[in-house]
C-alpha cells in the first residue's frame, strides 16, 4: 500500500511541475536564439576579424590578402559609419572587423597595425 502512495505522490508531482513550467518552455520556444543567448533585443550577429596586407582600396571598398599557408584573399565593403585607426592605405598590415551582412562581408572597423611591431 506505501508503494501505491508514493507512486501516486510521485505522478502528482511530476504533473504538477509540468502544468507549472509549461508557460515558461512556451516562451523560450518562442525566443530567437539570439536573445536566449543574452543579447537585447535585436538580433546581432557576432564580429569577425581578418588580418592581411591591403592590396586595393577605393570608396566602397578595401581588399585585404593574407599570405602563407592558408593564403586567402578578401573583399570588404565598407559599412557607411565604419571607423579606422592609423592610415588605412595600400601595402598596410590591418586587421578589419567585419560582419556578414546580405552575404557580403562588411567592415565596421579597420585597425592599421605598426611596421616592424609584435616581433614577428
Not at 557576432?46 to 596586407?53: E, I
Amino acid at each position: 500500500m506505501r508503494q501505491g502512495w508514493k507512486a501516486l505522490t510521485l505522478c502528482v508531482a511530476l504533473a504538477l511541475g509540468a502544468v507549472l513550467l509549461a508557460p515558461v518552455a512556451r516562451a523560450a520556444s518562442k525566443t530567437p536564439s539570439a536573445e536566449r543567448s543574452g543579447s537585447t533585443g535585436s538580433k546581432r550577429v557576432a564580429l569577425h576579424q581578418f588580418t592581411g596586407v591591403v592590396t586595393a582600396l577605393d570608396k566602397t571598398s578595401i581588399t585585404v590578402e593574407k599570405s602563407g599557408k592558408k593564403a586567402k584573399t578578401m573583399v570588404f565593403v565598407k559599412h557607411a559609419e565604419m571607423s579606422a585607426t592609423g592610415e588605412v592605405e595600400k601595402n598596410a598590415r590591418v586587421t578589419v572587423w567585419y560582419r556578414d551582412e546580405a552575404g557580403q562581408p562588411t567592415a565596421h572597423k579597420v585597425v592599421v597595425k605598426e611596421p616592424g611591431g609584435g616581433g614577428r
